[in-house]
């Protein structure tokens, strides 16, 4: 099983709101991703957590705040989002060793997210 | 980080082998070549991975030289679902990775 799962598929908001959007993958991988992917854009890094810590945070504002809960699971809590923050999100999970194979990253299929 | 580089789109009919070409010029001792595909609205699928020379799984075939500054994904007889954008990527081997996507090479398969 190669199964990254987001929820949800699709989240509308609106700029006072606050939201989360949930990862979780039972392949026993230690490393999680969060992406951020607007529209024809490649998809760009927003954190990465190793054995359920934060290990790298790529300057993204505080609207934004990771969560790792445990080792299978990642939420991304969002708070007073502008309408550029509107784009597809990306969760991904890689085996977090340094053994053949353990940099492939499997990503899940994405949160829609629509800030109005 | 190695920055990469590949064609921004190609155009192929179906059936035909097509082969798509990344530049690495600054690939590290400890990186790996990895290519993922990408439809619209769907998160990327790893593809294959290789170190050098050539390596071959069920979908595609890469072609790494022996002086590992560029790649070649090679895709047989394509067909109309194969429309997507592929990303070249050079990725270590450590315990997370720190991912760099380029803009990718959209291809669209032509009837």
């Known amino acids: 099983d190669t199964e990254v799962t987001q929820t949800p598929k699709h989240l509308v908001m609106g700029m006072t709101n606050k939201k989360s959007l949930k990862c979780e993958q039972h392949?026993?991988?230690?490393?999680m991703y969060w992406y951020k992917q607007k529209a024809k854009k490649p998809p760009e890094l927003m954190f990465v957590?190793?054995?359920?810590?934060?290990?790298i945070n790529e300057s993204v504002p505080s609207r934004f705040s990771p969560e790792c809960p445990n080792s299978s699971l990642l939420n991304l809590h969002l708070h007073a989002l502008q309408p550029e923050d509107s784009a597809l999100y990306l969760c991904?999970?890689?085996?977090?060793?340094?053994?053949?194979?353990?940099?492939?990253?499997?990503f899940g299929a994405g949160t829609r997210l629509s800030v109005l | 980080l190695a920055k990469t580089t590949q064609p921004i789109s190609m155009d192929s009919y179906e059936g035909q082998e097509v082969n798509i070409t990344c530049s690495h010029n600054n690939i590290a001792t400890n990186d790996y070549i990895t290519w993922y595909q990408q439809f619209p609205s769907q998160g990327p699928r790893f593809i294959i991975q290789g170190y050098k020379t050539k390596v071959t799984n069920e979908v595609a075939s890469l072609f790494i030289p022996a002086d590992r500054k560029s790649s070649t994904l090679s895709l047989p007889r394509v067909s109309l679902s194969d429309t997507a954008v592929y990303y070249c990527l050079v990725v270590g081997l450590g315990g997370y990775q720190k991912v760099t996507f380029g803009t990718g090479t959209k291809l669209q398969v032509i009837p």
């Open positions: 392949m026993g991988h230690r490393a």
């Open positions: 957590y190793s054995y359920e810590k934060l290990s």
């Open positions: 991904a999970s890689s085996l977090g060793t340094g053994q053949w194979g353990g940099n492939i990253q499997y």
